[in-house]
T-cell receptor, first 112, second 116 residues
Framework: DAKTTQPNSMESNEEEPVHLPCNHS???????IHWYRQLPSQGPEYVIHGLTSNVNNRMASLAIAEDRKSSTLILHRATLRDAAVYYC?????????????FGKGTKLSVKP | ETGVTQTPRHLVMGMTNKKSLKCEQH?????MYWYKQSAKKPLELMFV???????ENNSVPSRFSPECPNSSHLFLHLHTLQPEDSALYLC???????????????FGEGSRLTVL
């Protein structure tokens, strides 16, 4: 399975943008990039996913490098509620949802 | 509110007890999953059900026994557990098991299990 590498932790100030990086140098052409986050005492929740083009939704933006070996999750204005562990995960096109392998993720702290 | 409800939220049991965790999804999904999250460890997939049929069992000890009576309900029956089984047990569902590029997993809030 293609693996991802994320920093263990990051800090941000409230109302500032946050860029969460993810390296996936062994990504294959059919792998989708998924992001989930897990708030304290809750189950993970879906954030966004993409293949090649940058993606935007109400929660965040996903910027994917041209060579697809890295991606960045962008939170445009961090709030205290965004403090969570963020997971970057690869899964192949049409793959089983059970193949989503949650690593250690990046623990994001948001300071008021 | 994710549409996936887990009960109980907290459970304490002795090693000789038998208990069950329950998961219910109100999303009309066809696939359901059990995950285990131990302290300081990544999520581990335990079981996958698709259209009420078990499709994957990731070498989980037999003291964990899943049951999926219909597409909306999933149970995890627990018996003769060990203290190292103490963890957060998470249930998830998705529209279908396959098609990860289009779907997403919806998780419940989890059941925190403590085995004494």
């Amino acid at each position: 399975d293609a693996k991802t590498t994320q920093p263990n932790s990051m800090e941000s100030n409230e109302e500032e943008p946050v860029h969460l990086p993810c390296n996936h140098s062994t990504i294959s052409g059919t792998d989708y990039i998924h992001w989930y986050r897990q708030l304290p005492s809750q189950g993970p929740e879906y954030v966004i996913h993409g293949l090649t083009s940058n993606v935007n939704n109400r929660m965040a933006s996903l910027a994917i490098a041209e060579d697809r070996k890295s991606s960045t999750l962008i939170l445009h204005r961090a709030t205290l509620r965004d403090a969570a562990v963020y997971y970057c995960i690869l899964n192949m096109y049409g793959g089983s949802q059970g193949n989503l392998i949650f690593g250690k993720g990046t623990k994001l702290s948001v300071k008021p | 509110e994710t549409g996936v409800t887990q009960t109980p939220r907290h459970l304490v049991m002795g090693m000789t007890n038998k208990k069950s965790l329950k998961c219910e999804q109100h999303l009309g999904h066809n696939a359901m999953y059990w995950y285990k999250q131990s302290a300081k460890k990544p999520l581990e997939l335990m079981f996958v059900y698709s259209l009420e049929e078990r499709v994957e069992n990731n070498s989980v000890p037999s003291r964990f026994s899943p049951e999926c009576p219909n597409s909306s309900h999933l149970f995890l029956h627990l018996h003769t557990l060990q203290p190292e089984d103490s963890a957060l047990y998470l249930c998830a569902s998705s529209q279908d098991e396959w098609g990860a590029n289009t779907g997403e997993l919806f998780f419940g809030e989890g059941s925190r299990l403590t085995v004494l």
